[in-house]
Each structure stands twice: as structure tokens, then as C-alpha cells.
């Protein structure tokens, strides 16, 4: 049976649930969809939460993120104000932990996306990303 963890990051709730997931250490998948961006502005030590994530993961096991695109260079600056991130930070940040990257989904991209403008008061639609990392084996 496939054990599925989906994160969602408001305060003492996702921090039970994660601790939780890696107490049990054998998820075959997590997904995290469009909430790394606000881990951006939160109190939340985003190197440690990734460990954790790579903790509750078996070996094999996947992290699925998809999250709003920032411009490149913004890096975690506009999480707050434009609630998107930098594809290439959260890769990096992720990756840090130990992940690696097995596949991209660009079914949510929009290429027309002006990036300035909050994700969550669209003008147009909104350019996405889709990441899937994988734990070692």
C-alpha cells in the first residue's frame, strides 16, 4: 500500500504533521503543492523542514512541488508580496537536503505571465511550476 503525506504549512499544524510523517519514515510520496513560496516570509527554518521531509521519505520515495514563478533573481524576495518564488532557489534549497531532481511538469506554465502581479489575485494566468525530487535509493 502507497503511504502519501501531503504538506500544507500553517504553524503547529504542519509542523505535527511533518514531525509525524517522519517519525513513520516510510512515505512513498509527499506533495507540498503552491505553499513553499509562504515558508518565505513565515518563522520556519526551511533547510530543517527539507531534512524533514527527506526523513519521512523512504528511500526511493518522491517530494512533488509545484509553486507560482517568480522573475529569475528574485529569489524568496517577493514570497510575501507577489506570493511566488524563484524556481531555481527552491530547487537549490530542496536539493540541499539531500534530494534529487527525476522530472518537470510544464503543463501549468504560462509563458505570458508578466511575474508581477500577486499569484493569488491573477491577471492572466499564472506561470507555475512542477518540480519532482526523489531520495536516493
Known sequence: ??????????????SVLLQRMVEEHDFDLITFL???????????????????????LKPGGFLLIADHSATAGQGTSVGKT????????????????????VSEGNFWRNPNDTHDFPSYKPTMPVDNFVLKFQKPM
Open 1 to 14: 500500500m502507497m503511504r502519501v503525506g501531503f504538506v500544507g504549512w500553517r504553524g503547529m499544524v504542519g
Open 82 to 101: 507577489l506570493h511566488r518564488i524563484e524556481e531555481s532557489t527552491l530547487r537549490q534549497e530542496i536539493e540541499a537536503a539531500g534530494f534529487r531532481l
Open 34 to 56: 503552491f505553499f513553499y513560496h509562504d515558508t518565505t516570509y513565515m518563522n520556519v527554518d526551511r533547510a530543517e523542514m527539507n531534512r524533514k521531509l527527506f526523513a519521512a
